[in-house]
């Protein structure tokens, strides 16, 4: 008998054929998440879970699923899993390293230069048949080429994001829970604390997991410190930034611009105050959004599954079992 797997989410096709070779499949294939009562019932006789960000995967979770020998996140970041909860319990959990890193930098660079030289303002200005003729004073923005970039989190995208950023001849600027100095030799980067980080930077990328240290690491204290015409990226997790800090932020003139790929809350409601001011770009949480990385994730995430329910270690594993 094949062992039996659930999985919160349609996957690309060559990873769920991978799948249904070796497993019993039962896929929530809906456009939303299943809620977690109905998560709850589907893991009682489920040997392994594969699931994604939206999907709170908690102790008592867990213990609805006595047979349980996987969890597999199909994902970098694992902040809705209670990884301690599945050490506790025996229960391997994997998520999916690496392969995002340049198409989250990428995305993250697009929205630095987007954000920079106001893209989504002048599509949304010729759009409402504005544009009337050329002026010298339209939609200025600002030099990317010669500004200074302060990366928060030195991992793997956010030195793939300093890698980009060399390549504009921008200063660079980092802070991190540990310094790099292979980076630093490597990019030309500077390692230096938070507070000279926010004087100094014209653009600040956000490349950190969420902790209890990092929740709400952006709020009214560090915007107060930014300069007027700073441009804040967020591809990392929307509550790393307080919202409402950062909509006063931006209708007061303390920053000058945010390029956010993820909100707190998320998705943003169509009525939040975010949305009604011009000098932000929001899109919905698709820096990873390539058909290469998510098939290689949906693969790495199959590739974890199907160890686990084998009782075999996990070639992606979070926790040690």
Same mark, same amino acid.
């Given at each position: 008998?094949? /062992? ?12 769920? %054929?991978?799948?249904? &070779?070796?497993? $019993? ?7 939303? /998440? ?9 893991? %009682? $006789?489920?040997?392994?879970? +594969? ?24 994902? =970098? ?9 599945? *050490? ?30 106001? =893209? ?5 200005? =010729?759009?409402? $048949? ?30 793939? !994001?300093?890698? #980009?950023?060399?390549?504009?001849? !921008? ?21 230096? $604390? ?5 004087? &100094? ?9 969420? *902790?209890?240290?990092? #929740? ?9 410190? !930014?300069?007027? *015409? ?6 990392? #997790? ?13 209708? &007061? ?24 001011? /011009?000098?932000?770009?929001?899109? /919905? ?13 949906? !693969?790495?995430?199959?590739?974890? +599954? ?5 009782? &075999? ?9």
């Amino acid at each position: 008998m094949k /062992p039996k797997v659930y999985v919160t989410r349609h996957l690309p096709k060559v990873a769920l %054929a991978k799948l249904v &070779e070796t497993c $019993d499949v039962e896929i929530w294939d809906e456009e939303f /998440p299943p809620d977690y009562d109905l998560l709850t019932e589907k893991v %009682a $006789d489920k040997d392994g879970l +594969v699931c994604l960000l939206t999907d709170k995967i908690d102790a008592d979770l867990m213990d609805a699923g006595p047979n349980l020998k996987v969890i597999s996140q199909v994902a =970098v970041g694992y902040d809705n899993i209670d990884v301690p909860a599945a *050490t506790a319990r025996q229960i391997p959990v994997g998520n999916t390293p690496g392969v995002l890193t340049d198409a989250t930098a990428d995305f993250a660079f697009a929205l630095l230069m987007a954000a920079a030289r106001r =893209v989504v303002e002048g599509v949304d200005y =010729v759009r409402a $048949d504005k544009w009337q003729t050329w002026g010298l004073t339209l939609l200025l923005g600002q030099d990317i080429a010669g500004a200074t970039l302060g990366i928060v989190g030195m991992g793997r995208i956010g030195q793939a !994001m300093a890698k #980009r950023a060399a390549g504009f001849d !921008m200063r660079l600027l980092y802070t991190s829970r540990q310094r790099k100095p292979e980076a630093e030799a490597k990019l030309g980067a500077a390692y230096v $604390d938070f507070d000279t980080l926010l004087q &100094e930077s014209d653009f600040i990328s956000l490349h950190v997991n969420l *902790t209890d240290k990092t #929740r709400g690491l952006f709020g009214a204290e560090a915007f107060g410190k !930014m300069k007027e *015409t700073a441009v804040l990226i967020n591809t990392a #997790r929307g509550p790393v930034v307080d919202s409402d800090a950062l909509y006063d932020a931006l209708k &007061e003139g303390q920053i000058g611009y945010a390029a956010l790929d993820v909100t707190d809350p998320e998705p943003l409601p169509v009525d939040h105050k975010l949305l009604t001011l /011009p000098n932000i770009i929001i899109v /919905p949480h698709i820096a990873s959004a390539t058909i290469t990385s998510r098939t290689k994730m949906a !693969m790495m995430a199959v590739e974890n +599954v199907i160890a686990g329910v084998k009782g &075999e270690p996990l070639p992606f594993p979070v926790n040690s079992i």
